[in-house]
């Protein structure tokens, strides 16, 4: 268990339009060695296939990112000129497998010598298989009341739904009208004064370039209600005290003081429980001297959590992030299969530790939806 | 003592005035075209039907075209509800305004005109006194061959005769040439007849206007550069301006002195050239800009001691597709214009970049720091030139200038002015920064001296009565002024 190590990005004042915020996160130097950029797939339906040969699903992708590193922590700009390549359709982008989902990219323009390449990957797919594969394997013992099913297959396939940005009223304005810092790596994303999502990346012109793939990322439903039905959010409009300046050295100080103390407030009002959660980290690939990881909330009751992706350096600090917030129901979705998995899936211990009845148990998992792992007669 | 009333009237006309300086209906960055039309409909509604006097006597302001003609169209269409003496100082007002617009502008007014079924026997009398005025009715049949169309056709006309015997056109060409070309095997006129060997004669098109021979150039497959070339000389001022870089890209000449420009248009194009080209002409440029400023300035060059300048370049004066980099154009042209007005002019750009030519919209707005810097630098007078979107961080430049009012500077030793380019449709106003600072709104910097001066009445403490004085005034120097800048200048 792990927290979330901002450091190197600052806060600058939120841009409010209508009911969403966005706080800009502003580093002072670019990350060096790491490069992100997107690679659009064509619209419409793609074919997923894992090895050329089966054809296993086909899904629409809307777009997917690239991470360009390079051993040495020189600086990796010079990959930059891969964003001007023209790319075809990605005939290769697994979805299904959680040890496809980061696939290394074949050939393409890779420097000789060097210890360097990069990683295609889809945006958030992959800390939203971490959830949806939670406690994939399934029960590891079996007890009377599993079915056959879940048994040999496990909980999957578990299915969430989630809004695109663009069906989220109001965000494609908001974006549009946001007026990016020329420093900023990252933003944190506020529906109706709710954490909606969290993006940081390595480098300045990497943001510019991804700042409107937000409108194409997922977004739970909790959201898509709050932009509809949440009024206008009020900007933090700053105020200073006429009393005590009298001359414009005070006043410049006071103004300094104002954009710190937002600072603070933000990290601790507003983002706290993104930042001041503990994560279990799982590291999905090593490049370099960063590794990709997804992360899983603890699935405390009645507490907003998030899930996400994360790239981090040797000192563990944030490179790329990017998060979903996960709605009650599926906290407590998350919190059921915890219980669960931490008593070897039997009912009566878990219902035991939970101080609840194995019917009041068995309820709950199936107003969760898990129904078809319980036989008839649990 | 002026009555509550009273004060509530004049803050109403100057936030249509500043409304109708600025908005032109169309997008704008925060707003659609829809909302700012929607905004807009109804503070030209409002005005006229509660200060009609007053939105009559505003066509004597600096609003722009798109207004001027909404309140001419206006006027025009509730005639019945004004006096016989108020509709005559109507009547000579639009007269007046009339004379100044573009002909385009007035042939779609009378469109709208027709459309709206407007055709009372005063609207007839002004199609038909402003048809009279026209310099060269053969120019405007060749050239806004549907407005006179339409036009001629809903004042009831008589294109025939009326027009002074010694015209060749007086025996009915002109009605010919418009209702039925077929009739004639050739006209008199020679720009008449050259638009009808166009039709076949690739040398007659030249003789054509720019606008007309570009379609007869495209019906008979001419080259875009020969056609350029060979059209030049029939080119106006700014068909020349507007046709430079496409001629740059054709490697045609195009011959223009780009000292002659009005110094906004020069603005928006040297902001529509890539930095590299800007960077690469920078003296030509500067020197263009700099001309344009000084001739603009006129008699006030130089007059104006110490000021100071808060530009706005973040990237919400990008403007609209419409209006494409509108906000920053205007802050580049209040720059130059500033310089030469200033004997000391300290500028400051919100990015902090110092390179003037070489602005771009980018960034956010920190109005709030560059203010404070603005006024360490004590100046006597601090224009601020923004859309009023002040946010890093939000409300700061409000609390700078407030502060700077009530603590600091009480006194007013330093005049601070915020002119704004951008309308804004939610509040039927142009956004102020603070109650305590003037905000005017501003679509061309060749206003600035004027809207300077209207802007000491935003502060909202001046009553109506001098402010009708202001206006009176205005009208009676815009009825006295000779309407010489109509018509086409070649």
């Keep these: ?238 105020r200073i005290t006429a009393e005590y300046i009298n001359s414009l050295a005070q006043l410049r100080s006071a103004a300094e003081r104002r954009q710190q103390e937002w600072a603070d407030q933000h990290a601790g009002l507003m983002a706290g429980e993104l930042l001041d959660e503990s994560y279990d980290v799982r590291e999905v690939y090593r490049m370099g001297r960063f590794r990709l990881s997804r992360f899983l909330p603890p699935f405390a009751l009645h507490r907003t959590q998030h899930i996400g992706e994360t790239i981090t350096d040797e000192k563990g600090r944030v490179v790329y992030l990017k998060t979903f917030r996960l709605s009650e129901k599926q906290v407590r979705r998350g919190h059921v299969l915890h219980r669960l998995a931490a008593h070897e899936w039997h009912l009566g211990r878990t219902a035991e530790a939970m101080g609840i009845t194995v019917e009041e148990l068995a309820r709950r998992i199936r107003r969760l939806g898990f129904e078809g792992l319980l036989k008839q007669h649990a | 003592m002026e009555s509550s009333a009273d004060l509530v009237a004049a803050e109403d006309v100057l936030l249509f005035v500043h409304a109708a300086i600025t908005s032109t209906g169309q997008r704008e960055f925060h707003s659609g075209a829809q909302e700012q039309q929607l905004s807009l409909d109804f503070l030209h509604a409002y005005v006229r039907i509660n200060y009609r006097p007053l939105y009559a006597a505003s066509l004597a302001l600096d609003i722009n075209d798109h207004n001027a003609a909404l309140i001419v169209r206006g006027l025009l269409e509730t005639a019945g509800e004004a006096t016989a003496q108020e509709r005559r100082a109507e009547g000579r007002l639009i007269a007046a305004r009339l004379a ?46 549907a407005g006179l169309k339409c036009a001629a056709r809903h004042a009831h006309l008589p294109l025939t005769g009326g027009r002074g015997g010694e015209r060749k056109d007086g025996d009915g060409e002109l009605g010919d040439f418009l209702f039925a070309p077929g009739r004639r095997t050739r006209f008199a006129t020679p720009l008449l007849d050259a638009w009808r060997r166009a039709h076949y004669e690739q040398g007659a098109l030249y003789e054509l206007p720019f606008t007309v021979a570009e379609g007869f150039a495209s019906k008979h497959g001419i080259g875009r550069r020969a056609f350029l070339e060979r059209i030049a000389p029939r080119m106006t001022r700014l068909e020349r301006l507007r046709v430079q870089e496409s001629a740059r890209a054709h490697r045609a000449e195009v011959p223009t002195d780009l000292r002659g420009m009005p110094l906004t ?30 001739r603009t300035a006129g008699a006030q060059a130089g007059t104006w001691g110490r000021v100071a300048a808060v530009l706005d370049d973040s990237f919400s004066t990008t403007g609209s597709r419409q209006k494409r980099r509108r906000p920053l154009a205007t802050a580049l042209a209040c720059h130059f214009l500033l310089e030469a007005l200033a004997e000391c002019y300290l500028p400051r750009w919100t990015s902090g970049r110092q390179d003037a030519l070489l602005a771009y919209p980018y960034g956010p707005t920190p109005l709030g720091m560059r203010l404070l810097e603005a006024l360490e630098d004590a100046p006597e007078r601090l224009v601020i030139v923004s859309d009023g979107w002040d946010n890093a961080p939000p409300g700061l430049a409000g609390e700078v200038l407030r502060i700077w009012r009530t603590r600091l500077d009480p006194e007013h030793r330093t005049s601070v002015v915020h002119l704004n380019p951008v309308y804004d449709a939610e509040d039927f106003a142009v956004r102020r920064l603070a109650a305590a600072v003037p905000t005017a709104g501003v679509r061309n910097a060749e206003d600035l001296p004027a809207l300077v001066q209207l802007a000491r009445f935003a502060e909202g403490r001046t009553g109506l009565a001098e402010l009708r004085a202001h206006l009176d005034d205005r009208v009676r120097q815009f009825l006295a002024e000779k309407t010489d800048e109509a018509g086409v200048t070649v």
Excluded at chain 1, 58 to 73: C, K, M
């Design chain 2, 265 to 294: 248009r020069l603005a928006s194009y040297v902001l529509g050239l890539s930095l590299d080209d800007r960077a690469a002409r920078r003296a030509e440029l500067t020197g263009a800009l700099r001309a344009a400023a000084r």
């Design chain 2, 100 to 145: 100044r617009l573009p002909a385009p502008r007035v042939y779609r007014l009378f469109r709208a005109l027709r459309a709206a079924k407007v055709n009372n026997r005063r609207t007839r009398a002004i199609v038909r006194d402003w048809l009279a005025a026209r310099p060269d009715p053969a120019l405007d049949a060749v050239k806004y061959r």
């Design chain 1, 1 to 238: 268990m792990s927290r979330l190590d901002l450091s190197g990005l600052t806060v600058r004042p939120a841009q409010v339009w209508g009911a969403v915020r966005l706080v800009p996160l502003v580093r002072a130097e670019p990350v060096a060695g790491l490069r992100l950029h997107r690679e659009l797939y064509e619209d419409g339906p793609a074919t997923v296939r894992a090895d050329g040969r089966t054809t296993y699903s086909t899904t629409y992708l809307p777009h997917g990112f690239v991470a360009d590193w390079t051993g040495d922590g020189s600086p990796a700009a010079a990959y930059g000129s891969q964003l001007t390549e023209g790319r075809g359709p990605v005939a290769c982008a697994p979805l299904h497998f959680p040890r496809k989902l980061a696939q290394k990219r074949r050939g393409k323009g890779r420097p000789s010598g060097g210890s360097s390449g990069s990683l295609r990957f889809l945006p958030l797919h992959l800390a939203l298989d971490g959830y949806l594969a939670l406690h994939f394997g399934g029960p590891s013992i079996v007890w009377e009341e599993w079915t056959r099913r879940a048994v040999y297959e496990g909980l999957t396939p578990r299915a969430e739904r989630a809004y695109r940005g663009e069906a989220v009223p109001g965000l494609d304005d908001a974006l549009r009208v946001f007026e990016i810092h020329p420093e900023q790596c990252g933003v944190l994303l506020y529906v109706a004064d709710a954490l909606a999502a969290a993006f940081v990346v390595p480098h300045p012109d990497d943001y510019r370039a991804l700042h409107a793939s937000l409108l194409q990322d997922l977004y739970g439903e909790l959201l898509y209600h709050y932009a509809l039905y949440g009024g206008p959010v009020p900007e933090f409009t700053t």
